[in-house]
């Protein structure tokens, strides 16, 4: 059922059961035709699916909120074999040994939070390990910061994405993100003052200085009238996103997620990994997807930590109350 071929279903006639199995790689388009022809009195529709992602639409039709009426999910896993044999136990104990990062997608029925050949598969499982992933919460005496990558408004847009982090002595407190597509600026504005970040340092990518050619304003502009604290982090040339993959990998092991509020996030560094070409079998740089966003911002973050001289202005701009600007000191 790929969204070309899902059309044909439309055809169909008498039928009274369908049965989608590996149902986390169908799409919204193929579920939205599927339903409402395969619904004769007593009819049924299975879906079978190794959870991949939250968003995935089966996921979300079953998971994901209130149950469909006269529905029925059922969570089952290796333990629920009858079939089970040492060959399987000993594939099971020999993932869980040489693929930590794997082990609980695979046989436990979890979402895919780390995929094979991620940038920074080693260093989540060992977070993971060390219970870094858990909670951590703020110093009420030290700033905050808001790592920002920066989208757009368009239909098909790139997301924009928010970190907020916390840097105490010598850790790096990831405390909240934020992720959103096609929204304007103030939707972002909005969630940062409901959430309590509006003394937060607004840390922005080197395009968060350029304005828009028709209205002349800026992310850094439009922030600095809404009151908050802007830093621009300069442009770090061609191997920028080389350099903040090294960064972060040098830093992960200092670095403590709150996982009630940035999972998300953590799903997306998981994701983040190369293009590659499998005829030369050589890695081409990171991909952009879905994932890059949240990676893009988590990067800078790390950059600005070790490099704290290449921050950009190091006397940010801010509005007192009557709108005029000034630089604090």
Known sequence: MQDHTAESLKSLEGYHCAWVEQAEMLSQKSLDILR?????PNSELWFSWNPRRRVDPVDVFFRQGEMPANAVCVMANWRDN???????EAERLECLNNQPEQYDH???GDYQKIIAGAYYAQSLTMAKGSGRISK??????LPLKAFWDIGGTGARADHTVIWIAQFVGREIRVLDYYEAQSQPLATHVQWLRKQGYEHALMVLPHDGAAHDKVHSVSYETELQR???ETQIIPNQGRAAAAQRIEATRRLFPRIWFHQPTTQDGIDALGSYHAKRD??????LGPEHDWASHAADAFGMMCVMYEEPQAS???RPYRRDSSGKSWLSM
């Open 312 to 314: 950009g202005r190091s």
């Open 226 to 228: 809404a009151q908050f």
């Open 278 to 283: 499998e005829n030369r079998l050589i890695d």
């Open 106 to 108: 695979i046989w436990e």
């Open 136 to 141: 951590c919460y703020a110093d009420p005496l």
């Open 82 to 88: 009858l079939w089970w044999n040492t060959t399987l």
């Open 36 to 40: 409402p022809i395969i619904r004769e």
